[in-house]
Nanobody
Framework: VQLQASGGGLVQTGGSLKLSCAASGRTSTIYTLSWFREPPGKAREFVAAATTSGGYTSVAESAQGRFTITKEKDENTVYLQMNSLVPEDTAIYYC???????????????WGQGTLVTVSS
């Protein structure tokens, strides 16, 4: 499975960005597509997850009310709509694919290359 993340960039506080993660290859073998982020100097942390059917989604508490993850059933792409961005959201955002819904990075089998999101104050 290959994952291609895109959509990062520079945005001001309060702005919005929409990230995309396109999965290709043996996508029938994965159950979950998720987003993680790695702030400067910090560990990778869970942001949001969606099952490949699009029937279940989960968003980290720190992002609830601001971030939305969507996955259309017939598409191999997961989206992360990020609103009301603040400087603390600055990070490299990674998409990941795996066989279970979990917030633990080590449980994911495939990772994209990451896309940088910078929120200026």
């Amino acid at each position: 499975v290959q994952l291609q993340a895109s959509g990062g960039g520079l945005v001001q506080t309060g702005g919005s960005l929409k990230l995309s993660c396109a999965a290709s290859g043996r996508t029938s073998t994965i159950y979950t597509l998720s987003w993680f982020r790695e702030p400067p100097g910090k560990a990778r942390e869970f942001v949001a997850a969606a099952t490949t059917s699009g029937g279940y989604t989960s968003v980290a508490e720190s992002a609830q009310g601001r971030f939305t993850i969507t996955k259309e059933k017939d598409e191999n792409t997961v989206y992360l709509q990020m609103n009301s961005l603040v400087p603390e959201d600055t990070a490299i955002y990674y998409c990941a694919a795996g066989w279970e819904v979990t917030s633990t990075p080590g449980r994911y089998n495939y990772w994209g290359q990451g896309t940088l999101v910078t929120v200026s104050s």
